[in-house]
């Protein structure tokens, strides 16, 4: 089975308590459930992990590659904006990482307008909610079937 990395950034375990006006009612780990019984469907395993720190996802990149995984589905939270080194991590793997917001960054605070992740990233899935992390899943899957084209 074809592996997908799931890597969720700071603040993202407070989703269902944390302004759910903008993020939704839904719990990471509900999400998170929801995304396992989709790749399931898929045929394809998932690893979903979560840190607040800036430095486990840059390992967790980096083992992406490393364990061959097809993609990284990445919701660096607040790093999106501030983040070179996750930049750099993106860059120093061949695995194709999407990038997934939950609301639209360009609909929000000007400082949210600019992403370190979006130019190095192989596509950018943003403000549908939940259902961001189920399109992210399902594009990574027809990335799969055309050979990461």
Known sequence: MSLILVLNGPNLNRLGLRQP??????????????LHARAEA??????????????????????????GALAVLLNAGAFTHTSVALRDAILSIPTPVIEVHLSNPAAR?????????????????????????????????????????
């Open 21 to 34: 006006e903008i993020y939704g009612a839904e719990t990471l780990d509900q999400i998170i459930g929801r």
């Open 42 to 67: 898929l045929g394809l395993t998932l690893d979903a992990r979560q840190s607040n720190h800036e430095g486990h996802l840059v390992d967790w990149l980096h083992e992406a590659a490393d364990r």
């Open 109 to 149: 605070e000007s400082f949210r307008h600019r992403s370190h992740i979006s130019p190095v990233a192989r596509g950018v899935i943003q403000g549908f909610g939940a259902l961001s992390y189920m399109l992210a899943l399902d594009a990574a899957a027809a990335l799969g079937q055309e050979g990461g084209q």
